[in-house]
């Protein structure tokens, strides 16, 4: 069945780093397309980056542009998202998600989901 394992999440202080993985199984990885969401407390589920199955296109929020980096690496079929200066408004859990064709920022369009890592930013 398919699989999608996030990790590397915690606890950082505000300006702090950290990059989150996803491993992929049960699917062919370098056909789909990749996405991250995150959900804070109370708040709908919401995008923060997306790249296409060849890692060549990347799309992120705004509230995030400049300060995240989303990349893949077909061959371990694990897609990643590099988080820097994080802020405490960046605290939620972080989703990633697989789409054969969508490539966009709602989240109802992706076939499969993870099961979330927490990412909390102190201030």
């Known amino acids: 069945q398919v699989q999608l394992v996030e990790s590397g999440g915690g606890l950082v202080q505000a300006g702090g780093s950290l990059r989150l993985s996803c491993e992929a199984s049960g699917i062919t990885f370098r056909s789909y397309n990749m996405g991250w969401f995150r959900q804070a407390p109370g708040k709908e589920r919401e995008f923060v980056a997306v790249?296409?199955?060849?890692?060549?296109?990347?799309d992120y929020a705004d509230s995030v542009k400049g300060r995240f980096t989303i990349s893949r690496d077909n061959a371990k079929n694990t897609v990643y998202l590099q988080m820097s200066s994080l802020k405490p408004e960046d605290t939620a859990v972080y989703y990633c998600?697989?789409?054969?064709?969508?490539?966009?920022?709602?989240?109802?369009?992706?076939?499969?989901w993870g099961q979330g890592t927490q990412v909390t930013v102190s201030s």
């Open positions: 790249t296409n199955r060849y890692g060549m296109r990347a």
């Open positions: 998600a697989a789409d054969l064709t969508y490539l966009g920022i709602s989240h109802v369009e992706y076939d499969y």
